[in-house]
């Protein structure tokens, strides 16, 4: 019991940081989700229902311009195709856990908690590796779901209050603060310690260049092209070692 | 279409996406090559979102001493490779990026 609830706060703590560049964001949907026409409910709603930040500022914006509800549902669903990708990057490390347990974080699983989240498995698995010589030869998840869950509830609580704040007051915090930018830097944090061997380096840089070079591309399609373009270099490059 | 129903569309597609591959796991063959490119993921998606945050902070391509995000970015990749500390990252980071933009008007 004492770890679960050790996992689940330190969960938490892992994704403060992100929080930061998160309150902001909310903010400015609740902000655009009124200034689209969205009523104060409807906005709120869509927090909970789509719980995206993206995808519901895109859906927010094309509702505001009377986009067919076809069109809006298919752009929204392609924004978060990236989704997929950490659905199968997390897969493993939670099969062994009951449909509630899959089907409550899955409900939870955003770019914010999937960072802090992988990063945190991947850790552990390499801990686990080094035990392999005493025994060890698959994953444990131990109480670890709970790190997930502590991450993505921090999550979730801190967007339900931020874009209601962004309903009832407005913008609020001043640009010039450049809160946004924490989120960059909490990738960075995240990502710089995890680039150990060659090819994770080369799938780095692939992808972020593919991803400068794809940025026109509408919808986040940038982002899918990017990431796909990474893992596969990444590949190449293992097999060719 | 109401926003409703929008809504609702939206957030069971989203929620399928990211239950997908969660709920097939173990059900359905996975192939040796996908689960080796599992682990390429982390530095693809996480690279994919900081390389345009830092290198085009305004929306075009901004290789210079005048983008503030990419150098007050760099120092932080700095702190990271050596500490592997979040926080220790995070505060340099923000503190680099607020002197920075407090300094060159």
């Known amino acids: 019991m004492e770890s679960k609830r050790a996992e689940f706060l330190s969960g938490v703590r892992a994704e403060l940081p992100i929080l930061i560049g998160v309150i902001p964001f909310g903010m400015i949907y609740g902000v655009l989700a009124l200034g689209a026409g969205l009523s104060s409910s ?22 505001g311009v009377s986009a067919p509800g076809l069109v809006i549902v298919l752009t929204a669903s392609i924004v978060n195709l990236r989704h997929a ?33 992988v990063m945190y498995y991947n850790r552990s698995i390499d801990e686990q590796l080094k035990n392999v010589v005493s025994g060890a030869s698959e994953y444990n998840p131990g109480s670890k779901h709970w790190y997930f869950l502590g991450a993505g ?9 931020s874009t209601a704040v962004g309903i009832f007051l407005g913008a609020q915090i001043p640009a010039s603060w450049s809160l946004d ?21 080369l799938a780095a840089l692939a992808a972020g260049l593919t991803a400068v070079l794809t940025a026109g591309l509408p919808l986040k399609l940038g982002l899918v092209a990017a990431s796909l373009v990474g893992i596969i270099v990444g590949l190449w490059s293992e097999s060719r070692l | 279409m109401s926003i409703w129903l929008i ?19 173990g ?11 599992l682990r390429f993921v982390p530095p693809a998606v996480l690279s994919a979102i900081v390389f345009p945050e830092l290198l085009m902070p305004s929306g075009t391509l901004d290789i210079s001493l005048n983008n503030l995000r990419l150098l007050a970015g760099v120092l932080a990749g700095y702190v990271a490779w050596r500490t592997k500390n979040v926080v220790l990252t995070i505060a340099v980071g923000m503190a680099a990026l607020l002197v920075l933009q407090a300094v060159i008007p």
């Open chain 2, 7 to 25: 809504m609702i569309l939206s957030g069971l597609v989203t929620y399928g996406i990211r239950l997908s591959f969660i709920q097939l796991f």
């Open chain 1, 181 to 201: 930018f924490t989120l960059a830097l909490t990738f960075i944090a995240l990502v710089v310690p995890a680039l150990r061997d060659k090819p994770s380096v």
């Open chain 2, 27 to 37: 059900k359905i063959e996975v192939p040796l090559w996908l689960g080796r490119a």
């Open chain 1, 42 to 63: 409807a906005a709120q709603a869509m927090s909970v229902v789509v719980f995206a930040g993206s995808a519901q500022l895109i859906i927010a914006q094309l509702v």
């Open chain 1, 85 to 117: 990708l950490y659905s199968a990057s997390l897969a493993p490390y939670v099969q062994k856990l009951n449909s509630v347990w899959k089907w409550s974080l899955a409900y939870l699983l955003t770019d914010e908690a999937y960072a802090v989240t």
């Open chain 1, 153 to 161: 509830l921090a999550l979730w609580s801190t967007w339900q209050v």
